[in-house]
């Protein structure tokens, strides 16, 4: 039976940010209520070659479908110099969970940066100020990209403030938004004073105070993914409505890692799941809310769901070539 490959582009044409983003919402909802499963995330660690590989299985029945597959991805920070090859990449396998074949085999990069954006957005959907217009974005790598055309889904985002230290980067986001929003450069407090905030940068200081922040910003914390990266001040932690993906990952690599080992943030601070608010079993945003914060590390089931949409796309457009993996093909 094919298998179908599926390239960078391929997913990129795809996984349309308005199929994703309610799949990923689907991944938090059959999470939250016992239909998936997803073991730690494991790590192999290749110190001769400054690198690591981890793997991240998971199944997920969402209710009419279901779905499992695996992402094998790396972090090897010397390759863009040494090799001219990404930092990070990733292959996903995803699997029929009736018979275990493999439907597809396909980029794990770009479907990635879709799903993180995915969450970033079901975050802010729940969280945010119903009328949000304004978005700050602080770090304006190629994750930032992904969390504009996923929030804008789900808000009438009109004005779009990029910070980052770099110029010419910051200069290629604005160049690349200009003709949709009304975007400008400005410094981490311009930012940081938006109705929604986008956190996309690999710092180990925090760089947003609480002095920064609006009446009303929400905050989607995207870019600590490793012990020891931190993006907010504690201040912001304590104060905000604090809502995380997975205490397993988010305690002990997103944002809150820092101050939680160090017993300056502890459960009583968290307020919840994402899941449990898709549900229902715990509110979103209340009138009395001013800043809500949305700790987000990346759940392995949603890489699952954003995959079974892009294969299903795929299959659809007739994207991607068919190889026959298991050589049953008669």
Not at 314 to 327: H, P, Q, T, V
């Amino acid at each position: 039976m094919s298998v179908l490959l599926l390239s960078s582009e391929n997913v990129r044409d795809c996984a349309e940010m308005s199929d994703v983003i309610p799949a990923v919402e689907d991944a938090f909802a059959a999470y939250e209520r016992g239909t998936a499963q997803m073991p730690a995330k494991s790590y192999i660690d290749l110190i001769e070659y400054n690198g690591d590989f981890r793997a991240m299985p998971a199944y997920m029945d969402a209710g009419e479908w279901d779905a499992a597959g695996i992402k094998w991805v790396n972090v090897h920070p010397d390759n863009p110099d040494d090799h001219g090859l990404p930092t990070v990449m990733g292959t996903m396998i995803y699997s029929d969970p009736d018979t275990a074949l493999p439907l597809a085999i396909m980029d794990g990069t770009e479907l990635t940066m879709k799903r993180t954006g995915a969450a970033a957005a079901v975050a802010t959907d729940y969280l945010a100020v119903e009328g949000a217009t304004s978005l700050g974005i602080i770090g304006a790598g190629v994750q930032s990209y992904t969390q504009v055309q996923a929030i804008s889904e789900i808000r009438p985002i009109s004005e779009i403030v990029v910070s980052d230290p770099d110029d010419k980067r910051a200069q290629a986001f604005v160049d690349h938004f200009e003709d949709e929003f009304s975007v400008r450069k400005g410094d981490i407090a311009e930012a940081a004073s938006c109705d929604v905030l986008s956190t996309v940068t690999p710092v180990r200081d925090p760089i947003v105070s609480r002095e920064d922040l609006g009446d009303h910003t929400h905050v989607n914390a995207m870019g600590a993914d490793a012990e020891g990266k931190q993006e907010l001040a504690d201040e912001i932690l304590l104060e905000a409505k604090l809502v995380i993906d997975d205490h397993a990952q988010t305690t002990h690599s997103g944002e809150i890692n820092v101050p939680y080992s160090e017993g300056t943030i502890v459960d009583d601070d968290i307020y919840g799941d994402l899941g449990e608010i898709v549900v229902g079993n715990k509110d979103g945003r209340i009138e009395d809310d001013s800043i809500t914060v949305f700790d987000s590390t990346g759940l392995a089931i949603q890489d699952v769901a954003a995959a079974r949409v892009t294969y299903r796309a795929a299959r659809e457009a007739e994207k991607g070539a068919e190889f026959d993996l298991l050589g049953t093909d008669r």
